[in-house]
Structures are given as C-alpha cells and as structure tokens.
C-alpha cells in the first residue's frame, strides 16, 4: 500500500469517471471500453495529468452485478497498466460486496478503492467507521474516502469523521471530498490536504487548487481530455484567472446540456455517452433508470455545435 505521501504524489490531475460501455442487448462491452480508456491514454492521458475512476457512479456502479463491476475494473486496470493512478468503485450497501471488489481491485493492480458507509440508510458515524474497519481487516489496498452527499442517503459527511477515518483506519490515504455546504467543503479542504490526496469533487476546483488540492474530477476527458487537461496546467503555473475563464467558456454551456438531461431522466453516464459519440467513440446505449430518448436529437445538436465551437477555439489559441 502507498504511503500518504506517496499517494500525494502520484494522485494528481483531472480524475475521470470512466463511462461503462453496453452492447445493444445490455451486456458489458469490455473491448469498447478498452479502446475508449486506450483514445485517452493515446492523447495523452498519463500520470500527473490524469487518474482513471472505474466503476464508479459515472460508470453505472448501481446498475452492474459485482461480476460485471469486477470486469470492469479489471479492462480498465489492464490497459493503463500502472502507467496512469486508478480508483476502484467500490460502494455497496453490502460490505461483503465492498470487501470483494476491493479484493478483486488489489489482486489486478489497483492501488486505491473509492469507499463510503452504506448509502442507502442514513449512516451515523460510528456506523461508517465500523464499516471501513471490517474492510480493511480484509483487504490492504488504499482507501479514499468519500462524500457522496449528492446521491443515495443525500449523506453530507462531516469533516470530523473523515479526520478519524484519517486517523484510525490506516488504509485510508486519500479524500474524494465534497460538501454542498462551502463552509464544510472549505473547512475540509483546510483539514485533508495537509494529511493526505485529495480529489476536489465540487464545482469550486479552482478555490480547491488554490488551497492546495491537486487532482479535481471531471467527466469530459471521456470526450474531450485536452480541455481539462489545459485548465490544471493554468492552475498548476497559478495563472488563476485565465484557467478559470476556460473553465468558465465550456463548463457553463456543456453544464446547461447536462441539466436538460438530467431533468429527463436519472444515471451519470448518460450525460457522457453523447459527447462521446459525437468526437466518434462508442457510447452505446444505457441501462434502466437511465432512458437514452431522454437525449433528443436538439440535445445532439447542441452537443455537437458547443463541441466544434470549443475545439476551434481551443485550436486558435494554441
């Protein structure tokens, strides 16, 4: 297991989610989801730019058996080959499940597990640190651990249990924090980043940087790495105001599309899938809850008009 400080080091960049692929029966479609991880690494994904996410939200954790989340950890931890920092998805309202992926993510090569309590119930702390001490009983690989406020139990876990987690369970050596508090996501930012990676998962990734986070998570290197590439290295020379007009210029148009979608219909990665498929990766379809009519054909065209609007100017500027 990496020490904090190691950890630190090699967690740094933009922290993508990577999308599950489906064939159109449903079924996994390993081999597009290993050419889709291959284009990013092909562009330049590569370590202190990029950490891949597997089978976390935006890969549809919530709609695959732990069959199928294990496979998917194993292609996308096969093809970055210990070249690029992986996180595995590891959540489950069952920690025996919780303790399985993370087996399964340690035996290929997967160095940290993206963990919470159970996100069904609204867990108390004790309750979370139980559940972190009987997985790490079992397993040696690292824990990031994580806020997930904004699904499940809508948990906003408090700052004081993160810094026991922190302090108790040695497995934990990296932070995937956000709060819909600024106050509590401020406060948090103060506390972990002094102790440990942390992976700003807020809108507020600029303040976050500006306080000393160094790894931020965006789903748009699916699609479009080069943009989110740029807007770390303008925070990484602390050229502030420019990385944040870039963020601005594309974030606040593509934020819009993605609202349209998800007032239609509930997942994460059905947000991707059409940028995706737009710059010709394959998408495919999605799994229920997630309906793919949800994402009209005016929706296609706004997608692909922000994207030929963004990548030219991306070009002119270069």
């Not at 303790?99 to 160095?111: M, N, P, R």
């Not at 690989?141 to 993160?162: N, R």
């Not at 922190?166 to 050596?173: F, G, S, V, Y």
Request: with cysteine.
């Amino acid at each position: 297991m990496l020490t904090k400080e190691q950890t630190k080091k090699r967690y740094q960049g933009v922290c993508v989610p990577i999308a599950t692929i489906y064939n159109d029966d449903g079924s996994l479609d390993l081999d597009s989801l290993a050419s889709n991880v291959q284009w990013m690494i092909d562009r330049g994904a590569k370590e202190g730019n990029t950490i891949f996410l597997a089978a976390g939200s935006g890969g549809d954790f919530t709609v695959l058996n732990v069959e199928e989340r294990k496979q998917v950890i194993s292609t996308i931890a096969e093809v970055s080959a210990g070249r690029i920092p992986c996180i595995a998805g590891v959540q489950s309202t069952d920690v025996r499940v919780t303790i399985e992926i993370c087996q399964h993510a340690e035996k290929v090569g997967v160095e940290l597990a993206q963990i919470s309590g159970a996100f069904y119930y609204d867990p108390k702390p004790d309750d979370v640190i139980a559940w972190h001490k009987e997985v790490a009983k079992n397993t040696g690989i690292g824990f990031a651990a994580y806020s997930h406020w904004y699904s499940g139990s809508k948990y906003d876990v408090p700052v004081d249990l993160i810094e026991a987690l922190l302090d108790e369970i040695p497995n934990t050596i990296a932070v995937k924090w956000a709060s819909p508090v600024v106050e509590n996501y401020y406060r948090g930012m103060l506390s972990f980043i002094p102790k440990a990676a942390v992976v700003d998962n807020s809108s507020l990734n600029l303040l976050g940087h500006v306080l000393g986070c160094r790894a931020f998570i965006s789903h748009v290197p699916n699609f479009y790495p080069e943009f989110p590439w740029k807007v770390f290295d303008l925070y990484q020379q602390q050229r502030y105001e420019e990385g944040r007009k870039v963020y601005d210029e594309f974030m606040v148009p593509y934020s819009s599309i993605l609202g349209q979608i998800g007032g239609a219909t509930a997942g994460e990665g059905i947000f991707v899938k059409p940028w995706m498929e737009a710059v010709g990766l394959k998408g495919g379809r999605s799994r229920l809850p997630s309906r793919d009519e949800a994402v009209t054909p005016e929706i296609r065209k706004s997608v692909k008009d922000l994207l030929a609007k963004s990548q030219a100017e991306f070009s002119a500027a270069d």
